[in-house]
């Protein structure tokens, strides 16, 4: 099940998250938290759902069909906050990734301060794996020094793993650092590819979703997400103005084993 943002361009968001899951195999349950007024330039302006009509949205397909794991992604504000984590609390038995979606790749604040309170105190201790890119990180603990610094407040803070993204950052790989039992477990190194990317975060969580619903081990998951979500990126489609978007079935060319 995936809470999430609309993005009209199809490159985040839901549509992000749909195409992902479908590639690993898993149908999406898609509730919407907000609408947006965006390209693939910016996001100009974005209206939260009304959190009555969001939890109607979840509480009924939930009455139907049990997912095999939560993703979540943009969630508009502090009252649809409140929504999911009541929502995850009903459901404990079940993971959740977290891709905590404070801005838009290409510009556009979507996360308030009392956002970020609310996400501490009710969903991170709720969270199987979140996956922040290193802004993202940085915002969520503003006292951290380091990335290092961030990944273990994240982790004190509740979450099981935590896998912070560099793509932000200025070296010459992407070096993307994985934190799980209170310590750097892994960091894993990419090629950087030329140009920018509008909705690899949703890919790269969504995608780990899809692998978790399979069962696969987390760490396994985490690896395999990563892959997937960077050959989506090679394969990436200028189809606006602005960033490139993801080709989440590019292996539907027969290109890609």
Not at 18 to 31: D, K, L, T
Not at 50 to 57: G, I, S
Not at 64 to 80: E, T
Not at 158 to 186: M, P, Q
Request: proline share 5%; hydrophobic share 40%.
């Amino acid at each position: 099940m995936c809470f999430s943002g609309l993005d009209s361009t199809g490159g985040a968001g839901l549509q992000a998250d749909i195409e992902a899951v479908a590639s690993m195999g898993c149908h999406a349950c898609p509730v919407a938290t907000a609408l947006t007024v965006q390209d693939t330039r910016k996001v100009h302006r974005f209206e939260p759902v009304d959190p009555v009509l969001f939890e109607e949205q979840a509480r009924t397909v939930l009455a139907d069909i049990r997912p095999h794991v939560f993703k979540l992604g943009m969630l508009g504000d502090v009252a649809i906050i409140e929504v999911v984590a009541t929502i995850l609390g009903d459901y404990d038995d079940i993971p959740v990734v977290l891709d905590p979606v404070l801005s838009a790749g290409g510009g556009g604040s979507l996360g308030s301060d009392e956002m970020l309170a609310a996400m501490h105190e009710k969903l991170l201790p709720q969270v199987t794996v979140l996956t922040p890119n290193s802004p993202e990180a940085r915002r969520l603990v503003p006292d951290a020094d380091s990335l290092q610094a961030c990944g273990e407040a994240l982790m004190n803070a509740g979450c099981d793993f935590v896998l912070i993204t560099g793509e932000h950052e200025s070296a010459e790989h992407i070096e993307n650092r994985l934190f799980a039992n209170h310590k750097l477990l892994e960091t894993f190194s990419w090629d950087r590819l030329p140009g920018s990317f509008h909705g690899s975060g949703c890919t790269l969580s969504a995608s780990l979703a899809g692998l978790m619903a399979h069962g696969l081990e987390t760490f396994t998951a985490i690896h395999e997400a990563q892959e997937y979500t960077w050959e989506t990126l090679q394969h990436a489609c200028q189809v606006g103005k602005g960033q490139a978007l993801p080709n989440r079935f590019f292996w539907a060319r027969g290109e890609y084993d």
